[in-house]
Nanobody, 124 residues
Framework: EVQLVESGGGLVQPGGSLRLSCAAS????????MSWVRQAPGKGLEWVSV????????TYADSVKGRFTISRDNAKNTLYLRMNSLKPEDTGVYYC?????????????????WGKGTLVTVSS
């Protein structure tokens, strides 16, 4: 059974940092690209970042480029999202998602499993 379990969310002040983790199990983690997707309160899903299976190719939404860094540790079956210079508009539930391909492809397509999410609140 595929499981994706996010952690690391919480309340942080504007300008602060957080690191999210996603522990994966039930599939060959190193064989698939992985995504971070977020949902702000009352809004739809927004793609944040994608990383290929090997971790050497990444892509970011313009809204987070230069502030967020996606990475993965295939030995630990874990996906990460380092978030710096956080803004109130970064508030939302952050989900990790497994892609059906090893490459990045189209950011919001080709996702077959989602975690339950972790809440990030950026507020003073």
């Amino acid at each position: 059974e595929v499981q994706l379990v996010e952690s690391g969310g919480g309340l942080v002040q504007p300008g602060g940092s957080l690191r999210l983790s996603c522990a994966a199990s039930g599939f060959t983690f190193s064989a698939y690209a992985m995504s971070w997707v977020r949902q702000a309160p009352g809004k739809g899903l927004e793609w944040v970042s994608v990383i290929n299976n090997g971790g050497d190719t990444t892509t970011y939404a313009d809204s987070v480029k230069g502030r967020f860094t996606i990475s993965r540790d295939n030995a630990k079956n874990t996906l990460y999202l380092r978030m710096n210079s956080l803004k109130p508009e970064d508030t939302g539930v952050y989900y990790c998602a497994k892609k059906t391909t090893y490459y990045i492809g189209s950011p919001l397509s080709g996702v077959d499993y989602w975690g339950k999410g972790t809440l990030v609140t950026v507020s003073s």
